[in-house]
Structures are given as C-alpha cells and as structure tokens.
C-alpha cells in the first residue's frame, strides 16, 4: 500500500510538472523524488505521469489519482486535527462557526454569555455558511456552529437553538408600509426580491414553498444570497421581500418592517451543532451554557420553548434540567 508521503510526492509533480521544482518544494533531492513516483505508480499499477518527450504530463489515470490523492491528504490532516484537539480536551479554547444571520442579534448575547460564564475559555470566531460549517464540524476544525436546518449526518448532532418569524421588508413609502401587518395575499404580484435557490436554499424553499402553497405569486425582480444584499435592494426602492425577524437590527435607511399575518406562523430556524463524540468538555459545557441561556431569555420574553430536538427525532429537556442532548 502506498504511504502518503508518496501521495504528497506525486501531488507536488502534479502540481508543478516538473520533477526539479516540486522536489526544491518538498526540500528533497530529485533522485528520491523520482524513486518515490516510481513505487507509488508500481503500486497503482500503471503511468501516473507521462515523462516522455522532455515534459511532464498528467496521464488520463493520473488525473483521477491526483482527485483522490488531495482528498486522502485532506483527509489525513483533519484526522491528525481532530485528534490533537481531542488530546486537548481541556484546552481553553473553542472554535464557534455561524452563518452571517447570526451575528444581527444572536451571536452577540452569546459572546458577552460565554466571557461571562467562561472568562478562562478563548472563543474563535469562524463566519461560514451552513454546508461548510458541516464539513468543518466532520473534520474536527470547529467545536460549535450555528447554522440552519441540514440534511442529517452520523458526526453531527444538533438541537433548536430559536425559531423567529419572517417579516416583511418593504420600502419605506411603499403602500404595505402603511398597514399594521401584512397578510400573504397581499404579497401577490408585488416587485419581490428572493432568496438565491441555491446559495440560501433553506430561507428559499421556506418561503416559496409557503408562498406556492397559498396561491400567491409575486413577481421576481432579483435573486440574491444574503439578506443584507436583499434589503440594501428594498432601500434603493427596487422592491419588497420577506427576511427573519433579527435582519430588522440591520437598520437599512428607508426601510419598514411588519409583522405577516399569517396561520401557522411563517417561521425560520437557527440550530446549534455539534459533534456528539468529541469529547472536548470546553466545548460541552460552553453548548450547555448557551443553550440554557437562550432557553432562560424566550422564557423571560414570554416565548415557549420546544426543547433539544436533535436530527434523529429525539427530544431532550433543557441543559438546565441537568440533562445533555
């Protein structure tokens, strides 16, 4: 079986297709470099680089080899990442992924809890999407996230953090503007800017398929990944658009918020996430503190609480009832 040293041997030839460069590149002599492409392609069982004619070429094999070869590599510093980290279980240090939306209201409260509660625990910070916060929680590079809804994975656990409702964002002038709230209905035919389908897929789907479910059909004027793009879009006049509840904080000029008169409520979700096994106690105690404090703040705001649901169905009391999810 191969080594990855021989794998890091080949991806560096792959990269510069020339022996003398990726050999002053992994700070080795020529000679062993060429011996270590000969024992790995010995072992696949065939070319992995065409050397004939004074070049160096991928061969069509070589090409694919090199996919998989980055991948192994990648996967291989993760492991040797997650595995330190868990080594230093008791490290003050935690890594906390978030999508942007958090950070209008949420992620703040959070920050000031956790120097409160654990001024000793140096909390990272990582801005990133939703996928890549799953990716990043499967290879161990982030202890927390905050994310939306996501397809369930055997190496991440998640629970309800809140659940607020969409508003509409309308131009200040617009004629929505001047109702209390606003019913679906009234959305049909209107100048509407939406969620990219691809890029913010969950925010996207929630409202479409609302939207289609209720007969209503507005009229697409742009499609946009981020909800501060979106508004700066209502600010400028160029149409209406429906965001959670917290985007109100960013105080776009020019534009009103109200509340949707709907039943059932239209309404979008933040969920913590984590891995179940990594056994890091900084990071289990600062997920226990943060969500029995946003459990003790929908309490005090009159709000109910749904408990710890996790992605197999499972549902769980609060932390502060001395249970973990």
Request: with cysteine.
């Amino acid at each position: 079986m191969f080594q990855l040293s021989q794998l890091r041997c080949f991806v560096a030839v792959a990269s510069e297709l020339h022996f003398g460069r990726a050999a002053a590149l992994l700070h080795m002599t020529q000679p062993p470099l060429t011996r270590q492409i000969q024992l790995l392609e010995h072992e696949v069982g065939g070319r992995l680089l065409d050397r004939s004619g004074g070049s160096v070429r991928l061969t069509t094999a070589g090409a694919l080899f090199l996919i998989e070869a980055e991948d192994i590599l990648r996967r291989s510093e993760a492991a040797v990442l997650a595995a330190r980290r868990a080594l230093n279980s008791e490290a003050g240090s935690v890594t906390l992924g978030f999508i942007p939306a958090a950070s209008y209201d949420l992620l703040p409260k959070l920050v000031q809890i956790a120097r409160e509660k654990l001024p000793e625990v140096s909390l990272v910070l990582r801005e990133m999407q939703t996928a890549a916060q799953v990716e990043a929680i499967g290879a161990g590079s982030i202890d927390l996230g905050i994310v939306r809804p996501f397809e369930p994975r055997s190496f991440a656990a998640s629970c309800e953090l809140i659940r607020e409702p969409f508003m509409l964002a309308a131009p200040a002038h617009h004629a929505l503007a001047r109702r209390k709230s606003i019913p679906l209905s009234a959305l049909h035919l209107q100048p509407f800017i939406e969620y990219c389908p691809l890029e913010s897929r969950y925010l996207y789907e929630m409202i479409a398929g609302r939207l289609r479910a209720e007969g209503v059909r507005p009229v697409t004027k742009h499609t946009l990944s981020h909800t501060h793009s979106m508004l700066s879009m209502v600010s400028s006049g160029m149409g209406v658009t429906l965001v959670p509840r917290s985007a109100a904080g960013l105080r776009f000029k020019g534009v009103a918020y109200r509340p949707l008169d709907c039943s059932p409520p239209l309404e979008v979700e933040l969920q913590l996430m984590w891995r179940p096994h990594a056994e890091r106690l900084v990071s289990d105690s600062l997920r226990e503190i943060l969500l029995t404090c946003v459990a003790d703040e929908a309490l005090a705001a009159g709000e109910s609480t749904r408990g710890l649901r996790h992605l197999d169905g499972r549902v769980n009391p609060r932390p502060s009832d001395g249970k973990t999810g």
